[in-house]
């Protein structure tokens, strides 16, 4: 592949190095994976979150990632079955396309409180049953406790990003209008 192969004209500003990004992909998934996802999908939702409609049909993830149709398949199932990606057909096409969620982090993150409160509360009743004054008892307090600081933060700190989406998007729509609101 030459240079111009190489390098894909985004919008009307700048170009993208597809060899820069293909690294970006790889390293991304590596950290991904290093976090607990499985490689493949890690590879597959890196590779959606560069892509500049955040959706690619089976094929084109195939192709950019050099993988099997197999190996997109059993990625994209997991990616959906976690509520990262979602899948839609195109118009008058029996292809589907794999799509990111809009505001997935927020997402994953409110999931992941719930599964906090949860713990927590099987960890109070972990405690109780172990009898609060016994080592293993305290050690399941302790983490309850902390479980519980962890939702209390994180409630807080959605609500926080929640704002702050609402006073972007008001921003944008302000810069959409010549700067007067």
Same mark, same amino acid.
């Given at each position: ?18 060899? +820069? &990004? /293909?690294?970006? #992909?790889?390293?991304? =998934? ?11 999908? $890690? @590879? ?24 099997s149709p197999a +190996? &997109? /398949?059993?990625? #994209?199932?997991?990616? =959906?079955q976690v509520n ?8 008058? $096409? @029996? ?72 006073d972007r998007e ?12």
């Amino acid at each position: 592949m030459g240079q111009e192969d190489q390098v894909i004209r985004v919008g009307d500003e700048r170009e993208r190095d597809e060899e +820069a &990004v /293909s690294r970006f #992909v790889e390293r991304f =998934a590596g950290e991904l994976t290093q976090a607990g996802m499985q490689r493949m999908a $890690s @590879r597959v939702f890196a590779a959606l979150l560069v892509s500049e409609g955040a959706a690619m049909t089976s094929a084109e993830l195939a192709e950019q990632l050099r993988i099997s149709p197999a +190996a &997109v /398949s059993g990625a #994209v199932r997991y990616l =959906a079955q976690v509520n990262l990606i979602g899948r839609e057909r195109d118009p008058g $096409s @029996r292809r589907e396309r794999y799509v990111l969620h809009e505001g997935m982090w927020y997402e994953v993150f409110t999931r992941r409180d719930q599964i906090l409160t949860r713990w927590e509360q099987t960890l109070r009743e972990g405690a109780e049953a172990l009898g609060p004054d016994t080592p293993a008892g305290a050690r399941m307090s302790e983490t309850a406790e902390f479980f519980a600081f962890l939702h209390t933060e994180m409630l807080q700190i959605m609500s926080r990003w929640r704002d702050r989406e609402r006073d972007r998007e008001r921003d944008r729509e302000r810069d959409r209008k010549g700067g007067s609101v």
